[in-house]
């Protein structure tokens, strides 16, 4: 059983751009949650979703970030005109139907924003 | 707002040693904490506690919850290189389905 699959591992963005960040849950998980983790700090929670539902999105900032996770396909979040506070290891987790807690996480996508 | 506050920060210590790291939490309506272990990737589930007392084991670790005092401990006894690593605990409220982490221990262990 495959885990959790985040890509890309790592992604370099000037400021200004976009960054889109991938995540494909265990197989029969359809809970997808994304995790921010700055330099020495722990992990703060952004956005919970289920299949095309943004469930919780109270650790989203409100400008520049959304997050989706469609129907078919990887749950995506995405970053506009991205700037140096942006840098950050962003980790996606998910976890079976109707539970919330053992929640099993990617590798995680490294942003460093220059 | 739910707090998650972890001690040491840092913890060096020699192959062999116990280690004893620390968790306190505030929380509204507690359901379950849980311990990752964090190399350089992914966080990788070590337990979940849910009731007061009643310990966790997995080999050379093992984990225990006062929900009365609002802790949990993790400990290693007869620690091993393999074993540095961040420690991150985390929290889960009623009815919220995300976790409050704490800022981790980063624990080497020295051979």
């Known amino acids: 059983n495959a885990g959790v699959m985040q890509n890309p591992r790592h992604l370099v963005r000037r400021r200004g751009q976009e960054a889109r960040l991938r995540c494909s849950p265990m197989?029969?998980?359809?809970?997808v949650y994304w995790y921010r983790q700055l330099p020495e700090e722990g992990l703060k929670f952004m956005v919970y979703l289920q299949k095309e539902n943004i469930i919780d999105e109270s650790g989203m900032p409100k400008e520049r970030f959304s997050a989706e996770f469609p129907k078919e396909g990887p749950s995506i979040l995405r970053i506009q005109q991205v700037v140096r506070g942006d840098s950050a290891a962003y980790f996606c987790?998910?976890?079976?139907?109707?539970?919330?807690?053992?929640?099993?996480f990617g590798p995680g996508t490294r942003l460093t924003v220059t | 707002e739910d707090k998650v506050v972890q001690s040491p920060l840092s913890l060096v210590v020699h192959e062999g040693d116990t280690v004893t790291l620390n968790c306190s939490y505030e929380?509204?309506?507690?359901?379950?904490l849980l311990w990752y272990k964090q190399e350089k990737k992914a966080p990788t589930f070590l337990f979940m506690l849910t009731s007061s007392g009643i310990e966790k084991k997995s080999g050379r670790l093992s984990s225990i919850l006062d929900k009365k005092e609002l802790f949990s401990i993790l400990n290693i006894t007869a620690t091993q290189t393999g074993d540095s690593a961040i420690y991150l605990c985390?929290?889960?409220?009623?009815?919220?389905?995300?976790?409050?982490f704490g800022q981790g221990t980063r624990l080497t262990i020295n051979p």
């Open positions: 985390a929290v889960f409220g009623q009815g919220a389905q995300k976790l409050v």
């Open positions: 929380v509204t309506n507690f359901r379950s």
């Open positions: 197989k029969g998980h359809s809970h």
């Open positions: 987790a998910s976890s079976p139907i109707g539970q919330g807690y053992e929640q099993y």
